[in-house]
């Protein structure tokens, strides 16, 4: 059999308040840019996260991580993000627009921490219709 | 510019599995395993996606026949279908049936029996064991 690549997704969910606003600039410029998105009381999105994880698989175990250890990185990353407002509640998002570009760049931050160079690709769906992807591709 | 085109075929079957390694204590099972470990199997609808790849017939105008494709493939997945892997098939007397493996397996059925019925390059394959998990196995070289 050739050499072959094996990578496993999940697909994870956390719901979260946010309000896309440059503090810097005025009422005007922000309305232009985020529209809707600037409300000024916040709005949210259950967001739905795939994590997919590329590496050999493990002969005994038959898994790239095992399961219940990915679950639980999974969970130290996204529970505090859950049911919360990022801009208010999120350190990184004070200095950092919370659009789906920097979520997912935060997430792929924080995921390394416990999945390494194991953490292949994200895909940060904020609605049904816009996702936002970030891979590794070194 | 240099493209490549590709012809996905969904499969579905539905199968039972156990994860358990006998030279592991029952508390080392259940804290990697989780409730993976049920005595008596569990199961799932696994949904099996192959990509194939190669030049457009121009006669044709296909890569390769569906129905050759679902021949070749449903072959291979029918071994699967309403059966308890750890048992009912060859495949995991001696590695445990999680998705990874599962899909390494049929990667390695699918490559051989493409390459030989119907001289066609396999390109991908990824496996759900449910909507929200999923395996792609594919070429090192790609």
């Known amino acids: 059999m050739k050499k072959v690549q094996v990578a496993l997704s999940k697909v994870f969910s956390f719901s979260a308040a946010h309000r896309l606003h440059v503090p810097e600039k005025d009422q005007a410029f922000n309305q232009q840019i985020y529209d809707k998105c600037n409300n000024l009381n916040g709005h949210g999105h259950d967001y739905y996260l795939e994590i997919s994880i590329k590496g050999p698989v493990n002969t005994k175990t038959g898994m790239i991580i095992p399961l219940t250890d990915f679950d639980q990185a999974v969970e130290k990353v996204i529970a505090p993000l859950d049911h919360r407002h990022l801009d208010h509640e999120i350190d990184y998002f004070k200095n950092h627009r919370s659009t789906g570009e920097e979520i997912v760049k935060y997430l792929w931050q924080e995921l390394e921490k416990y999945l390494g160079k194991k953490l292949f690709r994200l895909k940060l769906w904020e609605t049904n219709n816009n996702y936002f992807e970030l891979e590794r591709i070194d | ?142």
């Open chain 2, 1 to 142: 510019m240099k493209k490549k085109i590709t012809i996905s075929k969904k499969f579905e079957f539905s199968a039972s599995h156990r994860y358990w390694i006998d030279d592991w204590s029952a508390e080392k099972n259940n804290e990697v395993f989780g409730l993976c470990t049920s005595p008596y199997g569990h199961g799932h609808n696994y949904e099996l996606h192959v990509t194939v790849s190669g030049p457009v017939d121009p006669q044709t105008g296909m890569i390769i026949n569906l129905s050759t494709l679902k021949a070749i493939a449903g072959k291979i997945v029918e071994q699967f279908d309403h059966k308890f892997l750890n048992l009912d098939t060859p495949y995991f007397k001696d590695r445990v049936p999680t998705t990874e493996n599962i899909a390494l397996v049929l990667y390695e059925l699918l490559e051989e029996q493409l390459k030989k019925e119907a001289g066609i390059t396999l390109e991908k394959i990824r496996l759900y064991e449910r909507g929200d998990l999923y395996v792609d196995v594919w070429p090192e070289d790609k």
